[in-house]
């Protein structure tokens, strides 16, 4: 019975306890040197981002078409090349021996030619007056014939050969920039080998593979932006939706074709290509949202596969988790964990000694 009473005591020393703790506790100021920055919202790329890869409309992968040994090189990766130039050029040994070999055939057959000619009309005249037999008109008629066909074969023979020595010397198919060297002086090559790679940097594309859903929406308003690697936000020239859809992966191709740049990006870079069709839908179906906000790269905290920023909120440094998203640059994109508005410290270590010195100013013990 003593215990009983005992137990409504305990109860409001607690209860009073409690109300104590609640009392609001003063925060210590942060350093005045901490350097922050407030999160802004990024500009406007209208709708969706899907990924994709530069690439030129005119690229030439170089092979060699005859067998043999390289003889020079004279050009090398970045090269900026006209039509017509000679890249690389080719031993033409058996090639030359083949097409002076041919022409030889080809003046022989010639001579048979023109003496079987003469022959013909030679008995076609005298089988006028009847001295010599229809059956020999028709046997010079035939040798003509069969000379004249010779010829033509000889004639080309000599074309392929001919053809056969020209691969030697390699040519630049259109003014454009060496993008790949693929052998040097002293290597021996045969026909199907790569050489070289141009490409004209002036036309570029790119392709992205969009749903089904998306593609009358982006046919019915083909508005885009294009946010390159480095940064660059273009318009691009043209916008072209395939009308059928892969059969495979049910998406349809969209083709981006870029404007002219006077620094254009290489082929091979990934871009993102934003349409203005996907700016109201928010559903998930393989895009990436713009409008999201980006931070420094110095600013976030890596630890281990956490990735977190410290925040100001009353006071105080808290760490935020962030989920991340593409980086361009020194920026990098915050799908989620921050909003427009927030300050965050630029210097996670300067915040961590911060949060010491806040600690050791309250008195508070570290956890």
Request: hydrophobic share 45%; with cysteine.
């Amino acid at each position: 019975m003593r215990k009983t009473r005992w137990l409504p005591l305990a109860a409001a020393f607690l209860l009073l306890s409690a109300c104590a703790d609640d009392k609001p506790v003063a925060v210590p100021a942060l350093p005045k040197d901490l350097a922050t920055f407030t999160v802004a919202a990024d500009g406007a790329l209208p709708g969706r981002g899907w990924d994709g890869v530069v690439e030129a409309v005119q690229r030439a992968d170089l092979a060699a078409q005859t067998a043999g040994r390289v003889a020079a090189v004279n050009v090398d990766i970045n090269d900026r090349v006209k039509a017509g130039d000679v890249l690389v050029r080719i031993t033409a040994v058996e090639q030359d021996a083949g097409a002076n070999a041919a022409r030889a055939q080809l003046r022989a057959a010639e001579a048979s030619s023109a003496e079987a000619e003469q022959n013909y009309r030679r008995f076609a005249a005298l089988s006028v007056a009847q001295y010599v037999s229809k059956a020999q008109v028709d046997q010079a008629r035939a040798t003509r014939d069969a000379a004249v066909a010779t010829r033509n074969a000889a004639a080309a023979n000599l074309a392929q050969a001919e053809r056969q020595a020209s691969y030697t010397v390699v040519r630049a198919p259109f003014d454009g920039v060496v993008a790949r060297r693929d052998v040097e002086p002293g290597e021996t090559i045969a026909p199907g080998m790569p050489l070289a790679s141009v490409h004209a940097p002036d036309a570029l594309r790119i392709e992205v593979a969009v749903p089904q859903t998306r593609a009358e929406a982006i046919r019915r308003d083909p508005a885009a932006q294009v946010l390159l690697a480095d940064g660059r936000k273009l318009v691009p020239a043209e916008v072209i939706v395939f009308p059928a859809a892969d059969s495979t992966s049910h998406s349809v191709n969209v083709r981006v074709k870029l404007p002219r740049l006077d620094q254009p990006p290489a082929p091979g870079t990934t871009a993102k290509v934003m349409f203005a069709a996907d700016r109201a839908d928010a559903g998930g179906d393989g895009g990436t949202h713009a409008g999201g906000v980006h931070v420094p790269a110095s600013s976030i905290a890596q630890r281990g596969e956490l990735s977190a920023v410290y925040v100001v909120v009353d006071g105080r440094l808290l760490l935020r988790q962030l989920r991340l998203g593409a980086r361009t640059g020194d920026a990098v994109e915050v799908i989620s964990g921050l909003q427009a508005g927030d300050v965050v410290a630029r210097d996670p270590v300067a915040a961590v000694e911060a949060i010491a010195a806040q600690r050791r100013t309250a008195g508070t013990p570290r956890d």
